[in-house]
């Protein structure tokens, strides 16, 4: 519950709403207000086989009535797919006579061949003035959402930064900007293939990072990240006892997973039962080094920085902070 009342705080509500009114507005416009009414449409509107028999009917009708200007009429409200249910026609006549069908062939063949072909329709003429206003206001509806949404976003983003006001996201971010990553190759290792600082601050109940690995190519190894695994207490914001880091290795079926946990955590049986099943349990202390290991991947996270909280809650049971720097290698042998 605590996790999905601190969604709909984070959750742009107003421009959310904005966007669905829209859509229900447009939908409403289109739909009933002002519907598409589609009449006296042509049979090159129909499927494939009820092309072939409406020229079927033609060329019989032709056979009776010998109207060469019907006949063309009917060829042309085919369209693009005449010329296609003919070719079916004369594979497979039927109870057609095929010299009613080289005549009807010969008539259209000799008429269409005197006109002169028409302009290529660069507009929507085939667009009923109905349909087109329904899209115009449909289309003025979705861009007044669009910008409606993203004004109210500027505007509270502008009002935050005037206000002064910092959250744990914000926090976060400056202090893993301003840490300081470790050298390997001063330290006699090869460099990781991606190296990142990532840091969790009180009151950022939604902390869950994840990032990509990807060779200089550009191929794709895998995915790590870490987030919230455990809390304790009631209220907000939440008290974070416990994090879950991870390693995919898209040439490995299983994701390997560890649990670092606070010292009071570490020490709960009851909350080391409910943590057992989603990996190995580590207690973190500053500098501690966490070692997770696939079929061609190791993950090195390191803690950077640890301070806990001192709320009404046991000692070092919950974090204020903590900054993690988590360094991928290829796994060797």
Do not use: C
Not at 195 to 206: A, E
């Amino acid at each position: 519950m605590d996790f999905i009342v601190a969604l709909l705080k984070k959750l742009p509500i107003i421009p959310i709403a904005l966007g669905i009114g829209g859509v229900v507005l447009g939908l409403l416009i289109g739909w009933v207000i002002a519907p598409v009414q589609f009449v006296d449409a042509t049979p090159s509107y129909l499927r494939a086989d009820l092309q072939e028999d409406y020229l079927r009917m033609a060329i019989d009708s032709y056979r009776v009535n010998q109207s060469q200007d019907l006949a063309v009429q009917r060829w042309k409200n085919l369209g693009a797919g005449a010329q296609t249910a003919f070719a079916a026609i004369q594979a497979n006549p039927g109870n057609i006579d095929p010299a009613v069908i080289k005549s009807f062939n010969d008539v259209v063949a000799n008429v269409l061949s005197t006109e002169t072909p028409p302009a290529a329709n660069t507009g929507a003429g085939g667009i009923s003035p109905t349909m087109k206003t329904t899209l115009i206001i449909f289309g003025l509806v979705l861009v007044l959402g669009v910008l409606g949404a993203a004004g109210f976003y500027l505007f509270r983003l502008l009002g935050k930064r005037g206000s002064g006001e910092v959250t744990p996201t914000m926090q976060a971010v400056e202090i893993s900007r301003h840490a300081e990553k470790t050298n390997f190759e001063q330290l006699g290792l090869a460099p990781p293939i991606t190296q990142t600082m990532t840091t969790y601050v009180l009151g950022d109940d939604l902390y869950d990072e994840s990032f990509s690995i990807d060779t200089q190519a550009g191929e794709f190894m895998g995915e790590y990240g870490v987030g919230v695994s455990e809390a304790i207490g009631v209220g907000d914001p939440k008290k974070v006892t416990a994090l879950e880091i991870w390693l995919f290795d898209k040439n490995d079926i299983k994701t390997a997973t560890k649990v670092l946990m606070s010292q009071h955590a570490f020490n709960d049986q009851e909350i080391r039962s409910r943590l057992e099943p989603k990996g190995e349990l580590v207690v973190v202390a500053p500098q501690a080094q966490i070692l997770l290991e696939t079929a061609t991947l190791q993950l090195l996270a390191t803690v950077v920085d640890l301070e806990y909280g001192r709320g009404p809650q046991p000692a070092d049971s919950y974090f204020e902070r903590i900054t993690l720097e988590l360094a991928i290698w290829p796994r060797q042998g």
